[in-house]
Nanobody, 114 residues
Framework: QGELVESGGGLVQTGGSLRLSCVASKRIYSYNGMAWYRQAPGKQRELVARIGRYGTTTYADSVEDRFTISRDSTKNTVYLQMNSLKAEDTAVYYC????????WGQGTQVTVSS
């Protein structure tokens, strides 16, 4: 079991919703900030959303008002609720700290079909 384990991805139609989960080790979860990132084919990995220790959130412009990041400290888990999905949201989604640690989990694939 890795220190960052993402799940919840899948295939969904345009306009649909998915909820991603990331279970982090206690050591990693204790970092101040946690975040979701994504990498589409042929593109660099980008920051999607981040959440501070006390719940302050920041979103990329492309997902503002559609995605919601949250965290559950009783479960060392970070969530990403994704609504109104678009084809351009297709990517592998990863969680990590913010700033990032020098290693990553396996990610979870999100595919949005039009």
């Amino acid at each position: 079991q890795g220190e960052l384990v993402e799940s919840g991805g899948g295939l969904v139609q345009t306009g649909g919703s998915l909820r991603l989960s990331c279970v982090a080790s206690k050591r990693i979860y204790s970092y101040n900030g946690m975040a979701w990132y994504r990498q589409a084919p042929g593109k660099q990995r980008e920051l999607v959303a981040r959440i501070g220790r006390y719940g302050t959130t920041t979103y990329a412009d492309s997902v503002e008002d559609r995605f919601t990041i949250s965290r559950d400290s009783t479960k060392n888990t970070v969530y990403l609720q994704m609504n109104s999905l678009k084809a351009e949201d297709t990517a592998v989604y990863y969680c990590n700290t913010y700033p990032t640690l020098p290693y990553w989990g396996q990610g979870t694939q999100v595919t949005v079909s039009s």
